[in-house]
Nanobody, 118 residues
Framework: QVQLVESGGGLVKTGESLTLSCVAS????????MGWYRQAPGQQREFVAD???????KYADSVKGRFTISRDNRKNTVWLQMNSLAPEDTALYYC????????????WGQGTQVTVSS
């Protein structure tokens, strides 16, 4: 099993920045995708960004140009640098790791709250 622990959330003002971290431990597969999702109150969980172990990165259109995802495979860690935060970025941010080929696996963290005040 894989465990994910997120950190770095908090309360910030519009325009400020935050960096989220997610550390994976346990039986981590050799090739995987690590990423971030978020869920605002009353909304469905949505994709934010992810990065494969080979370095391929994807972003949601809503965060392109403002958020940067990075990963250190040796440290089993993924970061999300969030700049120019806006109230609509307020959500519970979840870390996810998954692998689509055998052995298929998926794990989620417990989430870290990001609140952006206007």
């Amino acid at each position: 099993q894989v465990q994910l622990v997120e950190s770095g959330g908090g309360l910030v003002k519009t325009g400020e920045s935050l960096t989220l971290s997610c550390v994976a431990s346990g039986s981590i597969p050799g090739a995987s995708t690590m990423g971030w999702y978020r869920q605002a109150p009353g909304q469905q969980r949505e994709f934010v960004a992810d990065v494969t172990s080979g370095g391929i990165i994807k972003y949601a259109d809503s965060v392109k140009g403002r958020f940067t995802i990075s990963r250190d495979n040796r440290k089993n860690t993924v970061w999300l640098q969030m700049n120019s935060l806006a109230p609509e970025d307020t959500a519970l941010y979840y870390c996810r790791i998954n692998r689509r080929v055998t052995p298929v696996m998926e794990a989620w963290g417990q989430g870290t709250q990001v609140t952006v005040s206007s």
